[in-house]
T-cell receptor, first 109, second 115 residues
Framework: SQQGEEDPQALSIQEGENATMNCSYK?????LQWYRQNSGRGLVHLIL?????REKHSGRLRVTLDTSKKSSSLLITASRAADTASYFC?????????FGKGTRLHILP | SAVISQKPSRDICQRGTSLTIQCQVD?????MFWYRQQPGQSLTLIAT?????????ESGFVIDKFPISRPNLTFSTLTVSNMSPEDSSIYLC????????????FGPGTRLLVL
């Protein structure tokens, strides 16, 4: 069964704006990860946040985790055309990583 | 991290035939996984490829349909057998290395179209 559920399913923003995607999950986790997938290619690992962390940064990426609400958000600041991709959250469970359905992000020129 | 390659990158196959997908890693890894991603969908884990023993399949996937080999710590194959149009998907290999089980690295995927 799928653990993570991203919201929104699709998002279109102007280049330069910030993009925020959310992920909700159902059971306790040790960590949560965000991945990017460009146009049906392999997934690229973006960032991992542990259950005892609340916020993490990596370049233009900011991830938050609220374990009480079982939710995480991914913020991409100053978006670029190259950020157009699908973004997936993934949670650990039963010795394997379970992926959400993803958010399709489209950056408009 | 690891550099992962998959062959073929894409293929078009006739129903009833079989296709073997190869996954090669540039370094030894502890775990290798095979995922399927149907059009517009998320990733679904097919199985964990175990070195020297039978793969561990997820619910809904069976060895007769998706035989998997993993002869060593850097290589695995997934065969999609007796294909039907419903098998049209992207098949992705991923690995976990000695860096820990928290982060998986993915191959570029194999895009399969079954006619």
């Amino acid at each position: 069964s799928q653990q993570g559920e991203e919201d929104p399913q699709a998002l279109s923003i102007q280049e330069g704006e910030n993009a925020t995607m959310n992920c909700s999950y159902k059971t306790s986790i040790n960590n949560l990860q965000w991945y990017r997938q460009n146009s049906g290619r392999g997934l690229v690992h973006l960032i991992l946040i542990r259950s005892n962390e609340r916020e993490k940064h990596s370049g233009r990426l900011r991830v938050t985790l609220d374990t009480s609400k079982k939710s995480s958000s991914l913020l991409i600041t100053a978006s670029r055309a190259a950020d157009t991709a699908s973004y997936f959250c993934a949670t650990d469970g039963d010795d394997k990583i379970i992926f959400g359905k993803g958010t399709r992000l489209h950056i408009l020129p | 991290s690891a550099v992962i390659s998959q062959k073929p990158s894409r293929d078009i196959c006739q129903r009833g035939t079989s296709l073997t997908i190869q996954c090669q890693v540039d370094s030894q890894v502890t775990m290798m996984f095979w995922y399927r991603q149907q059009p517009g969908q998320s990733l679904t884990l097919i199985a964990t490829a175990n070195q020297g023993s039978e793969a561990t399949y997820e619910s809904g996937f069976v060895i007769d349909k998706f035989p998997i080999s993993r002869p060593n710590l850097t290589f695995s194959t997934l065969t999609v057998s007796n294909m039907s149009p419903e098998d049209s998907s992207i098949y992705l290999c991923s690995v976990v290395g000695w860096w820990g089980q928290e982060t998986q690295y993915f191959g570029p995927g194999t895009r399969l179209l079954v006619l």
